[in-house]
């Protein structure tokens, strides 16, 4: 019979992916066929799965760990914000709907069935499911209605380990105050709890540590330092990972957008000793030293349009352009490049038509088909062949498609000005391929590091697992699971 564990935490953010993604390398490397789970994730960064579907990028790097294929099953719930108030709702990989916060909560009984159909499918195909919470058991407020922690893990028999994070303070009471709130059904299926991103000494937190298991009951499976390697793995839903400052390189330039989608997109620029990488919030200017300006992708290209014209980036992208800069676009990028960007049927929101960038000469009608595919392609300015996948809706046409970016399958990809410094593509994941990164970079006359991307993030992987198998009790973890 296959076995289930489930990691919740007590808040966002306290490192739950990463904890799960050592996990399953701890567990692959004993022998066991693993697969990682979130019943329901929220997260612009999604990742094309063999099923032709969508899910969350942190379970695709926990997938990764695990030496799985990415399957739907392993995300069946993951919720695309468009705005502040209203989300995407793609359910085992399939957009359902657009809908609201509220109108959410009255889908949710609806939904809780798919993602015990999708958990009992992974656990018939593999000997364990290591399973990742969402935000904290914590929010009662939310429990009636719960898919995401307690409301899976009870009806599911699953064992849960709470995480906490030392690193934002206050772990005692976020460990003891989640107890205290839970109901007594869910507190039970609490079986101990663990420490996650100390720096320093962990010894110094010995009496803290006996403190939380006197007064819980529960008991402690470690404490784990902060891991300094994790900014070297793709992330979901953080811009903010410690990731070298250079002062010195090729200048990429990629703007934050409100709803930036697949940021991940850049993480193997970030590591190129010979490129300084800014990711430009709100309320920054573009710099004037910047070599290469990216537009990433967005979950609302009409909604980032404005958001980016707000910040007076438009202003900044043109004397960029004036200065003689480039310009690349992904995706929600390339479609914001063009002339106009219509969503007649009002898929991501109002209906209607915006003025594009005007940067390259296409124009972009959004479509209700999204295409979710993995490609091999070619640049046409360089002919390096590369991997990529393509994950979006619309269609963009017009005279600058006559110079292709790419070419994928024999037909031209993208679209590229007249003088060559504008550019925008479909193609996410290109700069993960060393060979286009290399040959991208050297046209900026920047020669690519000999390393791997690929490669190091496996050596990353397993220093994680090694991590978590120093400083957690793994095997008592790993024994939890029924």
Same mark, same amino acid.
């Given at each position: 019979?296959?076995?289930?564990?489930?990691?919740?935490?007590?808040?966002?953010?306290?490192?739950?992916?990463?904890?799960?993604?050592?996990?399953?390398?701890?567990?692959?490397?004993?022998?066991?066929?693993?697969?990682?789970?979130?019943?329901?994730?929220?997260?612009?960064?999604?990742?094309?799965?063999?099923?032709?579907?969508?899910?969350?990028?942190?379970?695709?790097?926990?997938?990764?760990?695990?030496?799985?294929?990415?399957?739907?099953?392993?995300?069946?719930?993951?919720?695309?914000?468009?705005?502040?108030?209203?989300?995407?709702?793609?359910?085992?990989?399939?957009?359902?709907?657009?809908?609201?916060?509220?109108?959410?909560?009255?889908?949710?009984?609806?939904?809780?069935?798919?993602?015990?159909?999708?958990?009992?499918?992974?656990?018939?195909?593999?000997?364990?499911?290591?399973?990742?919470?969402?935000?904290?058991?914590?929010?009662?407020?939310?429990?009636?209605?719960?898919?995401?922690?307690?409301?899976?893990?009870?009806?599911?028999?699953?064992?849960?380990?709470?995480?906490?994070?030392?690193?934002?303070?206050?772990?005692?009471?976020?460990?003891?105050?989640?107890?205290?709130?839970?109901?007594?059904?869910?507190?039970?299926?609490?079986?101990?709890?663990?420490?996650?991103?100390?720096?320093?000494?962990?010894?110094?937190?010995?009496?803290?540590?006996?403190?939380?298991?006197?007064?819980?009951?529960?008991?402690?499976?470690?404490?784990?330092?902060?891991?300094?390697?994790?900014?070297?793995?793709?992330?979901?839903?953080?811009?903010?990972?410690?990731?070298?400052?250079?002062?010195?390189?090729?200048?990429?330039?990629?703007?934050?957008?409100?709803?930036?989608?697949?940021?991940?997109?850049?993480?193997?620029?970030?590591?190129?000793?010979?490129?300084?990488?800014?990711?430009?919030?709100?309320?920054?200017?573009?710099?004037?030293?910047?070599?290469?300006?990216?537009?990433?992708?967005?979950?609302?290209?009409?909604?980032?349009?404005?958001?980016?014209?707000?910040?007076?980036?438009?202003?900044?992208?043109?004397?960029?352009?004036?200065?003689?800069?480039?310009?690349?676009?992904?995706?929600?990028?390339?479609?914001?490049?063009?002339?106009?960007?219509?969503? @007649? /049927? #009002?898929?991501?929101? &109002?209906? %209607?038509?915006? +003025? *594009?960038?005007? =940067?390259?000469?296409?124009?972009?009608?959004?479509?209700?088909?999204?295409?979710?595919?993995?490609?091999?392609?070619?640049?046409?300015?360089?002919?390096?062949?590369?991997?990529?996948?393509?994950?979006?809706?619309?269609?963009?046409?017009?005279?600058?498609?006559?110079?292709?970016?790419?070419?994928?399958?024999?037909? @031209? /990809? #993208?679209?590229?000005? &007249?003088? %060559?410094?504008? +550019? *925008?593509?479909? =193609?996410?994941?290109?700069?993960?391929?060393?060979?286009?990164?290399?040959?991208?970079?050297?046209?900026?006359?920047?020669?690519?590091?000999?390393?791997?991307?690929?490669?190091?993030?496996?050596?990353?992987?397993?220093?994680?697992?090694?991590?978590?198998?120093?400083?957690?009790?793994?095997?008592?973890?790993?024994?939890?699971?029924?």
């Amino acid at each position: 019979m296959s076995r289930a564990l489930m990691i919740q935490g007590t808040g966002s953010n306290v490192g739950k992916s990463m904890l799960v993604a050592g996990l399953c390398r701890a567990a692959r490397r004993r022998g066991l066929s693993v697969a990682p789970f979130k019943p329901q994730n929220m997260s612009n960064n999604a990742a094309v799965t063999v099923d032709g579907g969508e899910i969350g990028r942190a379970q695709a790097l926990q997938a990764l760990a695990a030496g799985v294929a990415l399957h739907t099953d392993m995300n069946p719930v993951l919720l695309k914000p468009e705005t502040d108030t209203g989300a995407q709702v793609i359910v085992q990989g399939k957009r359902l709907t657009a809908t609201s916060a509220a109108g959410y909560y009255n889908l949710k009984p609806v939904l809780i069935t798919r993602v015990m159909e999708s958990f009992e499918r992974l656990k018939a195909r593999y000997d364990l499911v290591i399973v990742e919470g969402a935000g904290s058991p914590a929010e009662i407020n939310l429990r009636a209605r719960d898919i995401a922690n307690m409301g899976f893990a009870v009806p599911a028999k699953v064992p849960v380990v709470l995480a906490g994070d030392i690193d934002r303070g206050g772990v005692i009471a976020q460990i003891v105050g989640t107890q205290a709130v839970l109901a007594p059904e869910d507190a039970a299926q609490v079986k101990g709890f663990l420490i996650n991103k100390f720096r320093g000494d962990p010894r110094l937190f010995d009496d803290g540590y006996a403190a939380i298991e006197a007064r819980t009951g529960w008991r402690g499976f470690g404490v784990a330092p902060w891991f300094r390697d994790a900014w070297k793995l793709p992330a979901e839903d953080a811009l903010d990972v410690d990731a070298p400052k250079r002062e010195t390189g090729l200048h990429v330039v990629c703007l934050a957008l409100s709803r930036i989608a697949n940021f991940d997109d850049l993480d193997p620029l970030a590591q190129e000793p010979g490129v300084r990488l800014t990711m430009l919030g709100p309320g920054r200017a573009i710099p004037g030293d910047a070599d290469v300006v990216i537009l990433p992708g967005t979950k609302s290209t009409r909604g980032d349009l404005g958001f980016l014209r707000a910040m007076g980036w438009d202003v900044d992208l043109a004397a960029h352009v004036r200065r003689g800069g480039h310009v690349l676009g992904i995706c929600g990028g390339y479609q914001m490049l063009g002339a106009s960007v219509s969503d @007649p /049927e #009002g898929i991501e929101g &109002a209906a %209607g038509t915006d +003025a *594009g960038l005007g =940067l390259l000469q296409v124009d972009t009608v959004m479509t209700p088909d999204k295409r979710l595919t993995e490609v091999r392609a070619e640049h046409a300015a360089t002919g390096a062949a590369f991997s990529g996948y393509e994950i979006h809706i619309g269609r963009s046409d017009g005279a600058d498609r006559a110079r292709p970016f790419a070419f994928v399958g024999g037909e @031209p /990809e #993208g679209a590229v000005s &007249a003088d %060559g410094r504008i +550019a *925008g593509s479909y =193609l996410h994941g290109m700069f993960r391929d060393d060979a286009f990164r290399a040959a991208w970079l050297a046209g900026f006359g920047v020669t690519a590091a000999q390393v791997s991307y690929d490669a190091g993030v496996e050596t990353v992987l397993d220093g994680l697992a090694d991590h978590l198998e120093t400083h957690l009790d793994v095997p008592g973890l790993l024994a939890l699971a029924e």
